[in-house]
Nanobody, 119 residues
């Protein structure tokens, strides 16, 4: 069982920056992938960015060049630095982890943190 605690959301003006953090705890050996998803009102949850244990990253086209994901494998933490924020970045952001063991794939979610960008 993995518990995820997020922090860092809030209200910011367009063009501003926020940094989201997520800490994982519990029975953890290796977190294969850590990522951030977001869900705006009336929309489906979408992948924003993720990062593997080896440091390979993925970014949604809408955030490329503005957001940076990073992780600390020793501390089981992941962060999302969000710059040049736009009103369309407004959403609840969720931390996600994927742990793969023989015969099992476990996905865990944080409680979500609200990001509101005012235009």
């Amino acid at each position: 069982q993995v518990q995820l605690v997020e922090s860092g959301g809030g209200l910011v003006q367009a063009g501003g920056s926020l940094r989201l953090s997520c800490a994982a705890s519990g029975t953890i050996f290796v977190i294969n992938k850590m990522g951030w998803y977001r869900q705006a009102p009336g929309e489906q949850r979408e992948l924003v960015a993720d990062i593997t244990s080896g440091g390979d990253t993925y970014y949604a086209d809408s955030v490329k060049g503005r957001f940076t994901i990073s992780r600390d494998n020793a501390k089981n933490t992941v962060a999302l630095q969000m710059n040049s924020l736009k009103a369309e970045d407004t959403a609840v952001y969720y931390c996600n982890t994927i742990i793969i063991t023989p015969g099992r794939r476990m996905s865990s979610w944080g409680q979500g943190t609200q990001v509101t960008v005012s235009s």
